[in-house]
């Protein structure tokens, strides 16, 4: 239609079906389409421009980065002189180049004057696509918190301008920020929509590279199920569409798959394709991925030179990303000991830890350095199993207790409340005594689990399952118990063998009567050992036997021990609010519980706030630093996404809306309180973080230095609790501690004829202690 009547509007249609075909995956049908010279009678600087940006975009994606230079050189001279506002794609599309051969100054140096001359020409599209680009720049220079702040200013404008298909792509390159910052579940769902969005948009090479990244998200989170069936689907689909890049990726993925499964001749089947296709030319990008990976192959082959040569080459290489260094340091620290050379393999292992932690302390914002540790578990579990091979029992524990509750110490090292002695100072058994408890610390491991036992007067180890054996059986036994009516219940099987999996293995060194405060790990935070069922002699909850607190760190609890809390008997009381709203209705037995609560405490010594009293500001006004209980009996709610989001529900402000007190208010208030009960739903929090535990309101009560927060691991009942606080508070008037008064509480509920004896009811309030 437009050939021989309109030649320029011939070649425009043309070079939009090429970028077009770029964007769909299709590079090489792109250039035979714009091989042509465009006719001297319509060549315009513009058309120009733009065909030299097309052919510039079709030879990045087919790895030809010297040609691609060359056009974007071309676009960029031609732009220079009568064509500026197409200057902004020109240094966006040439900062991409740089950016894919890890030139990231000069690809900064691009995307930051594309966004100035976007916005001096008002092309949103462009300063949208350089915000996303510079986020992702951010994000390889590992200036983390920069990357997101970036990353999600470029999703809001580009879904505010309809733009879906570079929205997909910011939430991708998100999603990567988000992996690369250990937070797999918010990285998880970053991937899904990125894939979703560009298959629905008709862009399958974004929408298969986006669920390679998915899939390696599944893998980092244990469902190993769903990562290799949809990592073979994945590189069967890009396969269809010649992506090598996505095909070498995710043969590696699938490499990393089966190592981690035990499986070398799969591992070595994967890796030797994605070998292939790299010497073949085809791809640049996964080339250290793939000698990193071989590197391992290599060290269960026993070829230890082969393997030294490639981990160095990984080590030295100036490309290499800083968690593949230490990747490539661990492989050397397991080559050394498989050859026998136990000081060069201890050197390396401690290299790696300390690289890591150097990075962590770079973060600065706490939200993005709560899931960091995920991404150095894999070096501490490779360490602690190195020690443990070699019997040295103390220093596995040692490094365990290094990587625990470490964003939650600081915060109170910021409070002014910093513990008295370094990690390597704290001595267990000394813990044990003084508090007089058994400690029992757990490392849920890729490999194998271990647990510490620590008493007074030894400590003792023990090896358990893997981790990928514990995990399942912790989910369904949570389903089960929150129905379960009784030990003999059916539903109490998973209960049984989680007790033979997780405490059996050292029962003979707990007595009955005994308090222990439990150190869990990976898996195991949002389990109530309190429900696990003892088989004999008949039977029973583990309640009826100990007495149980959960405790983030060894180091806590030592300082915990040396600082007094608040010793009036004094409370603070908040709660029986006004609804704000139809999604928080008021709570009918929330007066009941408030009346349960005060008269433990006299007139003079406490403080209530209620009703439209019971506000935000009110409490952060009430001092709530002077009282040694504090007590909340209203709705709470539990952020997965941003934890520190989580939030008290109080009433709403006079002439304002807010009624939600956040878990990052409550953290910079200081507190000394000696227990702080939160009555509401998922107190204790729902999402959980490697090394910090369960992370919302009970956690921000700690950090703002409660010694003992009472929290919920689901939905409470408002019809049993008002019963069990006002057992709880009639202990503690009588004397007792806050664990032994709340196990007192629970027991009487669960030795009751109503309905109030199942778990459900009594299980969910979970005491945390020693900050």
Known sequence: MFGPKSPEWFWRFRIQKARILVLKSSPKEALNLLEEEVPPAVASPELLVSKNIVEGMAYRASQDFDRSAAKYAIAENLASQSQMPMMCEVLNRRGSLKFDQKKYAEAEADFHHALDLSKQFNRRDQEASALASLARVATMRERYDEGIDRGQRALELSRSLGFRALAAT?????????????????????????????????????????????AQSYQKLDDYGSAEALLKKTVEDAEKVDSTQTITENLNYLTRLYLRADQPEEAEKYNRKASEVEEGGADHFGVLETKFLAGRIAVLRHDFSLSDKLFRQV???????????????????????????????????????????????????????????????????????????????????????????????EGLKMNGKGTPRTRDEVPPQEIARNLEVTLMFYWIGARNSYLWLITPRKTDSFKLARGAQIAPLVKSYRQAVLSMHDAQDTGSAEGMKLFAMLVEPAKKLISKGSRVILLPAEGLYGLNFETLVVPD??????????????????????AAEERSPTKQKSMLLVGDTVSPNADFPSLPQAGVEMQQVERYFAGSRREVLSGSEATPSAYLRSQPEQFAFLHFVTHGTASRVSPLESAVILSKEKGEGSYKLYARDIVNRHLSANLVTISACNG?????FSGEGLVGLSWAFLRAGAHNVIGALWEVSDTSTPELMGKLYEGISR??????????????????DSVFRKPYYWAPFQLYTGS
């Open 735 to 752: 004397g007792q501690d806050p664990a032994s008064a709340l196990r007192a509480a629970k027991l009487s509920l669960l030795h009751s």
């Open 315 to 409: 080590i030295q290489d100036q490309g290499s990303e800083t968690f593949l260094k230490w990747e490539a340091e661990a492989g050397l620290a397991e080559m050394f000991e498989a050859e026998g050379q136990s000081k060069l393999a201890e050197s390396e292992y401690r290299e790696a830890i300390q690289e890591f932690e150097a990075k962590r302390s770079s973060i600065q914002r706490d939200e993005l350095r709560l899931s960091f540790i995920a991404r150095g578990l894999d070096s501490y579990d490779s360490y602690i199993e190195f020690l443990m091979r070699h019997g040295r029992r103390a220093e596995a524990l040692r490094i365990a207790e290094q990587s625990r509750a470490r964003t939650l110490e």
């Open 537 to 558: 002699p008949q039977p029973h909850f583990w309640i009826e036997d100990v007495t149980l607190a959960t405790g983030s760190s060894l180091t806590l609890l030592a």
């Open 684 to 688: 204790a929090g729902t999402r959980a």
């Open 170 to 214: 910011v939430q991708g390159n998100l999603g990567w920020s988000y992996f690369q910052l250990g937070d797999f579940e918010s990285a998880r769902d970053e991937f899904k929509e990125a894939a979703d969005t560009s298959q629905s948009l008709g862009l399958p090479g974004y929408g298969f590279y986006w669920q390679g990244s998915l």
